[in-house]
């Protein structure tokens, strides 16, 4: 018979063995990269990082290290669960949300790309404000408990124009990018000089988000040049970077792209261990990370809709999760190429990257969720311990009534209200062109005019970059372009006027072909044997400046109008201003500007058959909408509550 002693004893007994399971359990927890459910089988993995928050560390010591095979952020156990959303191709205004919802799916980590174009689009002229305030971007992600990863180039990809690389680098006709040529090392230093400083007080040491910063992007893939990656990681520590260097490439790339010190991670799709063991082979005993997983794909003119199964994306996840390694979404979250900012491809063929990078991504274009979005949720649920966040409401679309355009002016009319012509013996391309205070012409199109005495047969040579128009006394006669490299002219009496309207449709972001961007005419276009000379060179940028000039001549739309043409129109929104999507059924290839704001480009090939428009665009009342129209303009301007992606490809 016990006494009450005895009792005493043993239930002090029990409750040390209790307290050792649980402290024991705290311990597996931390330090071993699978959780042991219930203390006693090995299963799926589980995260607590409840205290792992930008703002929940105030004492910091020690910013994310790769030590050994597992991530230590502040000498914690730390999985990198992360998705790419880039600023740049969402509207401030929309920031938040977006961010929100990365973190309302279960990620802890944003990746951003820094496009360099758009913060110096002139030489030593630099804009860091409004939509392209990356402190804010970057402070934002930390208050709503997001760590960043920032990857700031200077070359980014990302189905960009030129990869983020400002085209006033090829104004040097010796230039090599991204290379260790002086002329792109001592503009990446001025860029540099003002974009780091920027950056430093956000690092993880300092109080901030960033955890990381990738040294360039996709360098093996490029491979020019051995001293170039070292160059940029110098000039990265050199300002102040301090918190762990990485790089990314895919499989093949990964030797070429990496730099001794800078931990080597992985671009992939399709999930193999082979890839990881090759990885490595480069750096035994370091932790393995995915910095694109790439969910969707990019889209081109006259190509499919590209999807990715949101199951099969589901199987990857876990498979990357269950092999211990770190992961991110590329793309959580695409957005749009507004304006003229499209990338392009060019290996077999130039394809050009479509207005849309919805990229068949876990949220859509326009922020809502999608079947990806919830699988994931669900995923990640079962692997961090905190609840997760409530998800935020969706943004409501509006069909707006249809605008009919109720003004025009055709090109040619519009020459008038331009400034003077340049006029230049030989064609000179875009970016060489006398414009914007001697940094060339960036992107839009270019109008070539001649005189010629005969017909015959008009030959590019291959110098038309990319496609261009060809009119004879403002008379369309068909196009040329990389497929279509002649044209006949007909014969004609006396002296005509030869016009030749070319569209930089985007310059290749990946790939060995960067330094063959320029555009417009970039040499001689022939007559016969005999090279055209004596040119007038138009600017046709674009810009807001050029439509103010064209206020007062707008003249009412006759019953026919051919293209090249502008054509207005009033969309009348009420006082609640929502997201919109405006279909051209009837238009063939151009320009949407709204509000002054270059909304993308569109083409009848598809597979895009809608364009974006962000709420944020618009205001209460009578809403401008001008349409450059290249060939034959439709009757009106449909606004769509959803949009229309065209016909769809699964990608394997």
């Not at 503009?187 to 901030?208: E, H, K, M, S, W």
């Not at 199964?309 to 211990?324: E, F, N, Y």
């Not at 935020?392 to 009919?404: C, D, I």
């Not at 809608?610 to 450059?628: A, K, M, R, S």
């Amino acid at each position: 018979m016990w006494t009450t002693s005895g009792r005493r004893r043993e239930q002090r007994r029990k409750l040390g063995l209790l307290l050792l399971v649980i402290v024991g359990c705290l311990v597996v927890r931390r330090y071993l990269p699978l959780k042991l459910d219930g203390c006693g089988s090995l299963g799926a993995p589980r995260f607590n990082w409840s205290d792992m928050v930008p703002i929940q560390r105030w004492n910091r010591h020690l910013g994310l290290q790769a030590k050994d095979s597992e991530f230590l952020l502040e000498g914690s156990r730390f999985r990198i669960f992360g998705g790419s959303i880039h600023y740049f191709r969402v509207p401030r205004e929309y920031w938040k949300d977006r961010l929100l919802k990365l973190k309302a799916c279960g990620l802890n980590t944003l990746t951003t790309y820094i496009p360099w174009n758009l913060h110096e689009p002139e030489r030593g002229k630099f804009n860091f404000s409004g939509n392209l305030d990356v402190e804010a971007f970057v402070q934002m992600a930390a208050d709503i408990g997001l760590w960043v990863i920032l990857r700031p180039g200077p070359y980014i990809c990302s189905e960009w124009d030129l990869g983020g690389l400002p085209s006033w680098l090829l104004q040097d006709s010796s230039m090599e990018l991204r290379t260790t040529y002086a002329g792109f090392i001592k503009a990446v230093d001025l860029y540099f000089n003002q974009l780091i400083p920027r950056v430093v007080p956000l690092q993880y040491t300092q109080g901030g988000p960033i955890i990381a910063v990738q040294v360039e992007n996709e360098y093996g893939s490029y491979d020019k040049d051995p001293n170039y990656m070292p160059y940029i990681k110098m000039a990265l520590l050199k300002r102040g970077i301090v918190e762990l260097l990485m790089t990314s490439d895919n499989k093949d790339g990964l030797s070429g792209g990496y730099v001794e010190g800078v931990l080597a991670t992985i671009n992939l799709k399709n999930v193999d261990s082979i890839i990881f063991n090759y990885l490595q082979s480069f750096q035994d005993n370091k932790p393995t990370m995915v910095t694109e997983f790439w969910t969707g794909w990019f889209d081109t003119w006259g190509g499919p809709h590209h999807i990715v199964d949101a199951d099969d994306v589901m199987v990857s996840v876990s498979s990357i999760i269950q092999m211990g390694a770190s992961l991110n979404l590329y793309m959580f979250h695409g957005g749009t190429n507004f304006g003229f900012m499209n990338g392009a491809q060019h290996f077999t063929d130039y394809q050009a990257d479509v207005t849309s990078y919805d990229y068949d991504a876990i949220l859509t274009e326009a922020g809502d969720y999608t079947p990806k979005f919830f699988k994931l949720r669900e995923y990640f649920s079962t692997l961090i311990d905190n609840p997760l966040p409530q998800l935020p409401a969706l943004k409501p679309k509006a069909s707006y009534h249809a605008v009919r355009p109720s003004h025009y002016i055709s090109l040619w009319d519009a020459l008038e209200h331009m400034d003077k012509p340049i006029e230049s013996e030989k064609p000179v391309n875009m970016e060489n062109l006398s414009v914007n205070q001697g940094n060339g012409q960036s992107y839009g199109y270019i109008l070539y005019e001649t005189s010629i005495y005969e017909g015959g047969t008009l030959f590019s040579k291959d110098h038309i970059r990319d496609r261009a128009q060809v009119f004879v006394n403002k008379i369309y006669i068909g196009y040329i372009d990389y497929l279509v490299e002649g044209l006949t002219i007909p014969r004609g009496q006396g002296h005509r006027k030869l016009s030749i309207l070319v569209e930089n449709c985007g310059r290749v972001n990946y790939g060995l072909m960067l330094n063959k961007q320029r555009k417009g005419l970039i040499g001689d276009i022939y007559l016969n044997d005999s090279p055209l000379r004596n040119f007038k060179i138009y600017s046709l940028e674009m810009k807001a400046d050029f439509f103010q000039r064209l206020s007062s001549t707008w003249s009412p739309v006759p019953e026919e109008t051919t293209g090249p043409a502008f054509f207005r129109g009033t969309l009348h929104v009420g006082f609640i201003v929502l997201d919109t999507f405006l279909k051209l059924e009837g238009w063939v290839k151009g320009v949407v500007f709204i509000n002054g704001q270059n909304l993308g480009r569109f083409w009848s090939i598809g597979p895009q058959e809608t364009l974006y428009l962000p709420g944020p665009w618009l205001h209460p009342g009578e809403n401008e909408i001008i349409v450059f129209e290249e060939q034959k303009s439709g009757m009106i301007i449909q606004s769509m509550d959803t949009p229309y992606l065209g016909r769809s490809h699964y990608v394997d």
